[in-house]
């Protein structure tokens, strides 16, 4: 074998171990044994001269870095970074994340608890089932609401009043009352 087959097999090969190391779970021994062959390759080619195992310290330094952005570039396409890693959201999934920006044409609007608002709970605007927070305490359901303001995605609701029920109420009551009549 000629003078350089050692160190750079050595070299390759604590370089192909070293990629393995981000594939394979092994706990830092794969790494280990990548690091130890990548040195006994810089002792073997100092072993033949100085300049060629300062060649091989240069080829250390810019082949690891690079050896391992490659590995960490294609690790999530192997079958284990599938399993391991979370899969991006859908666009639909971002939207409904983002729904405040859904929601601000609601404010001013007048709906209905569907649930009691004990701080939240169900409300209906428009035939939209939707979370409510109410502004003021307890809110039964039923109760007409108006969308005051949205804050952290969820609708911020208070207390509406009905004007043809403030307009019942406000009219006399045409029969008299039993002492009235004495």
Do not use: N
């Amino acid at each position: 074998m000629s003078t350089l087959a050692w160190p750079l097999l050595l070299l390759a090969f604590g370089l192909i171990l070293l990629i393995a190391e981000i594939f394979i779970p092994s706990g830092g021994i794969i790494g280990l044994l990548a690091l130890c062959c990548m040195a006994l390759s810089l002792w073997r080619a100092f072993e033949q001269s100085t300049d060629l195992g300062l060649l091989f310290l240069l080829a250390d330094f810019l082949l690891m870095p690079m050896a391992v952005v490659l590995g960490v570039y294609l690790w999530p396409r192997t079958p284990l970074a599938k399993r391991v890693l979370l899969k991006p959201p859908a666009p639909e999934e971002i939207e409904a994340s983002h729904s405040s920006q859904r929601l601000d044409h609601l404010i001013g609007q007048l709906g209905r608890a569907l649930t009691p608002l004990r701080l939240s709970g169900m409300v209906d605007f428009d035939g939209r089932r939707l979370d409510g927070m109410s502004e003021e305490g307890l809110i039964p359901a039923g109760a007409l609401i108006r969308a005051v303001r949205v804050r952290g995605g969820q609708l911020i609701v208070r207390t509406a009043h009905d004007p043809t029920l403030e307009e019942a109420l406000a009219r006399p009551d045409p029969t008299p009352e039993p002492a009235d009549l004495c």
